[in-house]
């Protein structure tokens, strides 16, 4: 009984990592992303969202998923961001990090907050954002009011 559990334990651990989707791009190239972020930020007058982080990291799918799936986060970045997903695998995108302070010192996910001209107002450590074995949607909520542009809170 034991083995059938454990057979049946990693096949369902196999299966959910080989249908995870990927949300990180590994070819793309950070500062071209947060170029057009900022071209696009200045227009709307929206605040930027980077989020730094890899397609093996599980707590960066579970806050991924969160922002699309929770409606009030959701509705908050489309009104008051733009967000990039910075693909920081293998040291992929060095030069971004490195550029924001090494943010991922703490860890990924972790996200910078950049103005509409693309300086650096704040870097979260998310697990800050944490409860449990989660993100906090509340607290997720929070943080994102508190970065929001002026002009919009």
Known sequence: MKKVLLTAMI???T????CREDIYDPSADGAKQ???ATKLAA???KNILLQFGANWCSW???LHK??????LIAKELKAK???VLIDVDKNHNAEMNKKYGNPTQFGLPVIV???KTGKKLFTQDTGKLEEGDHHSPAKVLEFLKKYAPVATR
């Open 11 to 13: 096949l369902a651990i």
């Open 15 to 18: 299966a959910t990592a080989f």
């Open 34 to 36: 947060i170029e057009a």
């Open 43 to 45: 227009k709307s007058n």
């Open 60 to 62: 960066c799918h579970k």
């Open 66 to 71: 969160l922002m699309a799936s929770d409606p």
């Open 81 to 83: 961001y733009v967000v």
């Open 113 to 115: 907050v950049l103005d």
